[in-house]
């Protein structure tokens, strides 16, 4: 079905973009549930007062933390639009047939939506900002 | 088959998005499961997408910072409560679902999985109890 000048490198290994979209869903949603543990251990310090509670947030106050968070926003923005096109499909399966562009689009929509997000987090702590 | 049939795209009724696996043919509880991942999914696109862009967009574009006041007048209106408990329960059950269908797919020994499987549920639950208490037990009266 793929045909050879679409598949991708990654790692060396040659992917279609829809094994590219697959994979991707399984590493962010892995990634979103890792952060999710971490983070109701770091919330759970709200509970010892507003010295142990404020001291915590100190530790995202950095440029690499805001790395990672606006990691785990794309992670959550892509697997937030490919989701939606896996319910799209999965109930109405005529739309199969915009399988190619739909994915793209999810693709290239998450890059586009995270140029101002990636911006906004990150303008603040970069040596110009 | 000649180019032409080729270049048609074919509808696949069986999987038709090629997510991580088809539709259950049977009911029961891993078609409950299938169903539940992509209602609980859609509703996780509004509330995890709109807990970030709160938190992590107009938090910084209005100058505020999240600390300790912040969470204090937030989780003083039952409205953030009831969004955050939603948010935290629906996220932990897709995302510890969505855990359990990985691990299904890579481990292959029955024994190895039932308890790599298990293992997952009971750090889960036990995590799941905490955030919720976290929630329930925060007094926003207290300084």
């Known amino acids: ?129 | 088959m000649t180019a032409s049939t080729n270049r048609r795209p074919r509808t696949i009724y069986s999987n038709p998005s090629r997510a991580a696996r088809p539709k259950p043919e049977a009911s029961g509880r891993e078609r409950f499961w299938w169903i539940f991942m992509r209602l609980s999914g859609l509703a996780l696109v509004f509330l995890a997408l709109g807990h970030m862009f709160i938190m992590h967009v107009l938090v910084v574009l209005t100058g505020d910072q999240i600390d300790f006041a912040f969470v204090q007048s937030r989780w003083g209106t039952p409205f953030w409560r009831i969004y955050d408990l939603l948010l935290l329960v629906l996220a932990f059950m897709h995302g510890v679902n969505g855990a359990r269908i990985v691990i299904s797919d890579y481990v292959a020994h029955r024994t190895a999985r039932s308890l790599i499987i298990g293992v997952l549920l009971f750090i889960s639950a036990a995590w799941l109890i905490l955030g919720i208490a976290i929630i329930a037990l925060f007094d926003p009266s207290a300084s």
Do not use: C
Not at chain 1, 18 to 38: C, I, K, P, T, Y
Not at chain 1, 53 to 68: E, R, S, W
């Open chain 1, 1 to 129: 079905m793929e045909r050879s000048h679409e598949l991708i490198n990654l790692f060396g290994y040659r992917m279609s973009w829809a094994q590219l979209a697959w994979f991707g869903h399984r590493a962010s949603g892995l990634g979103v549930l890792l952060f999710l543990f971490l983070h109701i251990v770091e919330t759970s310090t709200i509970l010892f007062g507003p010295e142990v509670y404020d001291f915590t947030q100190t530790f995202y106050a950095n440029l690499p933390a805001k790395i990672g968070e606006v990691l785990l926003m794309a992670a959550l923005v892509y697997h937030s639009l490919n989701g939606l096109r896996v319910i799209v499909m999965d109930f109405w399966p005529s739309t199969t047939i915009y399988y190619r562009p739909l994915t793209y689009g999810v693709i290239a929509a998450t890059t586009i939506a995270m140029v101002p997000l990636g911006l906004i987090i990150l303008t603040p702590y970069l040596p110009w900002g």
